[in-house]
């Protein structure tokens, strides 16, 4: 699931390139892109 922030930032990509919202959302999931924010409160957590 993604946060608000992600949503915004996707939207403006999309804008900013003359894309829909949908094909920047499966490029970044093709690629990896997605869910950084849980892998970076995983590693946060494993540091403590």
Sequence with gaps: MMADEQKEKIKQIANEVVLSRGS?????????LDGFGEKLAMQHKMLL
């Design 24 to 32: 920047i959302r499966g490029y970044c999931r093709r690629y990896g």
